[in-house]
Structure formats: structure tokens, C-alpha cells
């Protein structure tokens, strides 16, 4: 099965950015849309941005115009561009489709201080 990894997190003040990356092992963006989601603790995993197999996305209310996503479908990787951040964006960060999920990859933690 196609793993998903994800990497690009971190400690950030509030206003600062960060980018995401989303690594797969096999040849799965071209072939699926493909979202980000996010868990903070105490709370359900959310999405926050999708992407489909033509380019077209969508966002989360709380992340429009903040956040951006995309993908290189030559490399398997998929990004999220997150500027603006907010201490509400604290959250570990996954990678999946959006339909047939796969395994959920270990996530990436990003961490905004107020």
C-alpha cells in the first residue's frame, strides 16, 4: 500500500509560516484528490485544504487566504503553504485522500506560540 509522510512542521510565533510536505511512495496525486487535515488535541481530525486530480481547491473557512495547497505530481509531493499563522493552528498536520483513505502517515506537529 502507498505510505504517506509527512515532514515540515515545527515551533513558529504567531504571524510566521511554515510549509508542509507530503511525501508518497507510489504515483497516487495524479489519480486521487488529495487533502490535508489536522487534529488539535481534544478535537476530531479536520480538513483544511483539498486539492483534485485537476488542480482545483478548496479550504477551510478558518485557513482561507492564509493557507495554500499544491502538489508536483513528478516528485509525489504534495504541500501546504501555511502563512499568518495563529495559535489555533496548533495541530498535528496529516495527508490523505479525500475519498478510500489510506493509512494515516505519523503527521507532522505544527506548534504556533501567541
Known amino acids: 500500500q502507498v505510505r504517506l509522510v509527512e515532514s515540515g512542521g515545527g515551533l513558529v510565533q504567531a504571524g510566521g509560516s511554515l510549509r508542509l510536505s507530503c511525501a508518497a511512495s507510489g504515483s497516487i496525486f495524479t489519480l486521487n484528490d488529495m487533502g490535508w487535515y489536522r487534529q488539535a488535541p481534544g478535537k476530531q481530525r479536520e480538513l483544511v485544504a483539498a486539492i483534485t486530480t485537476v488542480g482545483s481547491t478548496n479550504y477551510a473557512d478558518s485557513v482561507k487566504g492564509r493557507f495554500t495547497i499544491s502538489r508536483d505530481n513528478a516528485k509525489n509531493t504534495m504541500y501546504l503553504q501555511m502563512n499568518s499563522l495563529k495559535p489555533e493552528d496548533t495541530a498535528v498536520y496529516y495527508c490523505?485522500?479525500?475519498?478510500?483513505?489510506?493509512?494515516w502517515g505519523q503527521g507532522t506537529q505544527v506548534t504556533v506560540s501567541s
Open positions: 490523505n485522500k479525500r475519498r478510500y483513505l489510506l493509512t
